[in-house]
């Protein structure tokens, strides 16, 4: 049996996106939240380490790692995301989505 995937009764969400950057657009908006809450919740979980971890210096480092980790994983995401702007300003097309 097939399905149209047109069909705004099968697939309702399908139709709000009218491009493809449409869709790309809203998938990297919720990327981000995702990188942010995780970004939180290792630097949460890390500082925790870190103070649970004072005496020992191995647990301590891995904490310490993890910040780092968090930290850096976030200027990543940021970073991509500015650059993806640049582009859509240096050529005018728009990569995520319609303005």
């Keep these: 049996m097939a399905v149209r995937l047109d069909d705004p009764n099968v697939f309702s969400p399908a139709s709000s996106f009218s ?7 809203v998938i990297v908006r919720n990327a981000f939240v995702l ?3 995780m970004c939180f919740v290792l630097l949460v979980i890390g ?6 971890g004072a005496g020992d210096t191995k647990k301590t480092e891995q904490s310490k790692q993890a ?11 940021i970073t991509s995301y500015w ?17």
């Design 19 to 25: 491009t493809f950057g449409d869709l790309v657009d």
């Design 35 to 37: 990188a942010g809450v």
């Design 47 to 52: 500082g925790f380490g870190v103070i649970m």
């Design 67 to 77: 910040i780092t980790g968090a930290v850096v994983g976030l200027i990543i995401v």
């Design 83 to 99: 650059i993806v702007q640049i582009i859509e300003k240096l050529t005018g097309v728009p990569l995520l989505g319609t303005k």
